[in-house]
């Protein structure tokens, strides 16, 4: 039986080696699968603490699998889908099933309904990232904002109640977190433009390394020191702040309508001006190009 050529180079092309800097951002990518896995594990056992320190672990491994990626050149779609499920694992599913687990269970089935609407709000704003990343007609300004508040910042401010109570607060009903959880899914998939740091540089001056390390280091040390007034302060801080990025937002969006809509003035529509009999020939061609 003759072996075509064409089949066994294609089977060849299938099954080429794939580099390793390609792998590595799935790595990390799955290592934040199993904190967010492991935090659900930790919630039913008790263990919030634990469970609430796998999320902002997850939620740190999130933040640095896509700049790994970028940096090494380890790009492709299916981590690009990866991340997409691990996102709504690790920030919709296990943050849900968490207060679930924690308080929400005292509502019985109200509960529930608050920990599925969470959890479905964060499927639904990944999705409409993924759906929208690649839009020809977003404006350029808007490649700064995220719609909506992103999944990784929702799970860590849906969990302030959890904080709080850590702090040694009074517990709150189970109706307010309930409606608390509720909201902080209605932020996700809503259309309020967000502050997304992108243009932020990400290049530090020489003479402020030394005290980027030092600072780097200092909020590190009050995370593992102080984690629940450090979580609870940051929570409170950025949902302060979410309406600066839609004021932002608007004022971008108020300059380029009037840019589009201000009438340009071209050299046929200007007055022109009646050339002086003093000028010679030469100066009065030469006269436009001065104006202008």
């Known amino acids: 039986m003759a072996i075509d050529p064409k089949n066994l180079e294609l089977r060849r092309r299938r099954f080429r080696p794939i580099p390793v800097r390609m792998l590595v951002p799935n790595f990390i990518t799955l290592l934040a699968i199993c904190a967010g896995l492991t935090a659900i594990r930790l919630s039913t056992e008790g263990r919030m603490e634990l469970a609430v320190a796998a999320i902002v672990f997850a939620a740190v491994l999130d933040g640095i699998d896509g700049r790994v990626a970028r940096m090494i050149k380890g790009q492709s779609k299916f981590g690009a889908e990866l991340d997409s499920l691990a996102d709504f694992v690790n920030f919709g599913v296990a943050p849900g099933l968490m207060l679930y687990f924690w308080q929400l269970h005292d509502l019985n089935n109200g509960g529930w309904i608050a920990a599925m609407v969470f959890a479905i709000s964060g499927g639904l704003r990944l999705a409409r990232f993924n759906a929208t990343m690649d839009d020809p007609d977003r404006p350029a300004y808007a490649a700064n904002y995220f719609t909506g508040v992103p999944a990784p910042l929702g799970a860590i401010a849906v969990l302030l109640p959890i904080y709080l109570a850590f702090l040694g607060l009074p517990k709150p009903p189970a109706a307010v977190t309930a409606v608390y959880t509720f909201v902080i899914g209605c932020l996700m998939v809503s259309r309020l433009p967000v502050f997304s740091g992108k243009a932020v540089r990400m290049r530090v001056p020489p003479e ?85």
């Open 208 to 292: 402020l390394v030394l005290p980027a390390f030092v600072s780097a280091v200092f909020v590190i040390a009050l995370l593992i020191g102080y984690p629940w007034y450090m979580l609870s302060a940051g929570t409170v801080i950025y949902l302060l702040t979410l309406p600066l990025g839609w004021k932002s937002y608007r004022n971008h969006q108020r300059k380029a309508e009037a840019h589009t809509t201000a009438p340009v003035v071209t050299s046929a529509s200007a007055p022109s001006e009646p050339s002086s009999p003093f000028l010679s020939a030469a100066d009065n061609d030469d006269r436009p190009s001065r104006l202008n």
